[in-house]
């Protein structure tokens, strides 16, 4: 000690103080980041982006979400894992895209079984709780999901029936949409959205099954020339977080997070609704033909979906009939 002298001492106060503020501005300020699959004018990601910006402001700037849209940070099918394994701390991705590694997954992209708005509410409320436990089960905490407008077929030529698509190569977003593409008799090949443009002026794709939303960002006039508006079932995405960054933040930020997570969803399920039509113009805008399917393309789809919901109900068991059946008591189908 004898050796020290003042001016050191006060030096080293003045560093232990500096340091410490530091340390206290880094305690007091969480960053995420999250990765989300959808381009950034896409309602979805807009509604997240929105998201980000109450929970900054709910929590005076404690808690920021740094929002990655368009595949940029981690690939569609990477989000999930991402966040699992503690890469980003939050992430936005397709349920259905997630569909083998459980049936429950899958439910929302099964044609034909909720077709609008209210009925893709209504199988919402009834499987939620039971999608949130599988989720759980992999350390993953639903914040809230949104659904996609429903879903057509894009083809380049008029389609009168299935057999119109023997053999074509239709573009598939999730395991679901592979199974349908398979039982039409064409050929899936997965395109995650972020390429899909690139996959229809290749040639790798000549057909598309999505909504008109996806439709109007990947410009698919450019290459397609109808859009048979099926409206076949309404794919929900969904905000995840890990529950162990979760559990890592104080109280009031976890309820600003989740109070600004429930105002997301019932934000997104409105723009969702209301811009569908929206959509819809954008297409034909742009010269495409959009069309009400044929009566025999309409009933062969229609045989496809309950060939695959029972297909569901068998690998789903019981915990699968309890869903369906809450849900079809819900809507009284
Ligand atoms: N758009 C997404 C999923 C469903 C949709 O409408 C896509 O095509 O990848």
Do not use: C
């Not at 501005?25 to 960053?31: D, G, L, N």
Request: charge should be positive.
């Amino acid at each position: 000690m004898k050796n020290i002298k003042p001016v050191s001492l006060l030096y080293k106060s003045v560093a232990a103080l500096f340091g410490a503020s530091l340390a206290l501005s880094a305690a007091a300020q969480t960053k995420w980041d999250m990765p989300t699959p959808y381009p950034a004018s896409n309602f979805h990601t807009e509604n997240i982006q929105t998201f980000a910006n109450e929970v900054d402001s709910a929590t005076a700037g404690k808690l920021k979400i740094t929002v990655h849209p368009g595949g940029a940070l981690f690939k569609a099918n990477e989000i999930k894992r991402a966040v699992q394994g503690g890469q980003a701390q939050m992430g936005e991705i397709i349920i259905s895209g997630a569909a083998n590694e459980d049936p429950l997954f899958a439910l929302d992209t099964i044609p034909f079984l909720a077709t609008s708005y209210p009925e893709a509410k209504a199988l919402w409320t009834a499987s939620r709780s039971k999608v949130e436990e599988k989720f759980a089960k992999q350390g993953l905490k639903v914040l809230f999901s949104v659904p996609w407008p429903p879903q057509g077929i894009y083809s380049k030529e008029a389609l009168n029936s299935m057999a119109d698509l023997k053999g074509v190569k239709i573009r598939s977003y999730s395991p679901t949409v592979a199974r349908m593409i398979e039982l039409m008799g064409a050929q899936p090949v997965t395109v995650q959205a972020a390429e899909l443009t690139q996959a229809l002026a290749t040639g790798v794709v000549s057909a598309n099954i999505t909504s008109a939303s996806t439709g109007y960002d990947s410009k698919s006039w450019e290459q397609l020339t109808y859009y048979f508006d099926v409206q076949a079932w309404l794919p929900k995405n969904v905000v995840l977080v890990s529950q162990k960054q979760f559990d890592a933040l104080d109280k009031p930020t976890r309820d600003a997070l989740l109070k600004a997570a429930a105002a997301a969803e019932t934000r997104g399920w409105k723009i969702s609704e209301e811009k569908t039509s929206w959509y819809v113009e954008q297409l034909k805008a742009n010269k495409m033909k959009v069309l009400p399917p044929s009566a025999e393309l309409k009933k062969d789809l229609v045989g496809i979906g309950d060939k695959m919901t029972k297909e569901w109900l068998e690998k789903s068991g019981a915990d699968g009939k309890a869903v369906l059946d809450a849900y079809r008591k819900s809507i009284k189908k």
